[in-house]
Nanobody
Framework: HVQLVESGGGSVQAGGSLRLSCAASGSAASSLYMAWFRQAPGKEREGVAAIRTGGGATYYADSAKGRFTISRDNAKATLYLQMNSLKPEDTAMYYC?????????????????WGQGTQVTVS
């Protein structure tokens, strides 16, 4: 049974910080790639950050560079997204995703496993 469960979302003022967590179980726990995506109302889902185990390569959308940090605790099978200097335009539902192999780490279409999302609101 594959499961990704996000937590850590909430409401924060502009300039504040949040840390999102994603606990993986089942097949998702051994996925080579894990990533964070977000979707704002009326917009398409977009990649925010991704990480590859075995070397720890990371990938960031331009909007996330310098403000967000993705990390993964393999022992706990948990993915994190530290978000600093948050802006109102960061407001969205944030989703965790995982897959064994992806061609484009920030491409929505490449991921098989998805969580239910956690809401982030920046005012």
């Amino acid at each position: 049974h594959v499961q990704l469960v996000e937590s850590g979302g909430g409401s924060v003022q502009a300039g504040g910080s949040l840390r999102l967590s994603c606990a993986a179980s089942g097949s998702a726990a051994s996925s080579l790639y894990m990533a964070w995506f977000r979707q704002a109302p009326g917009k398409e889902r977009e990649g925010v950050a991704a990480i590859r185990t075995g070397g720890g390569a990371t990938y960031y959308a331009d909007s996330a560079k310098g403000r967000f940090t993705i990390s993964r605790d393999n022992a706990k099978a948990t993915l994190y997204l530290q978000m600093n200097s948050l802006k109102p335009e960061d407001t969205a539902m944030y989703y965790c995703a995982a897959d064994r192999s992806v061609a484009s780490p920030l491409a929505t279409r490449d991921y098989e496993f998805w969580g239910q999302g956690t809401q982030v609101t920046v005012s």
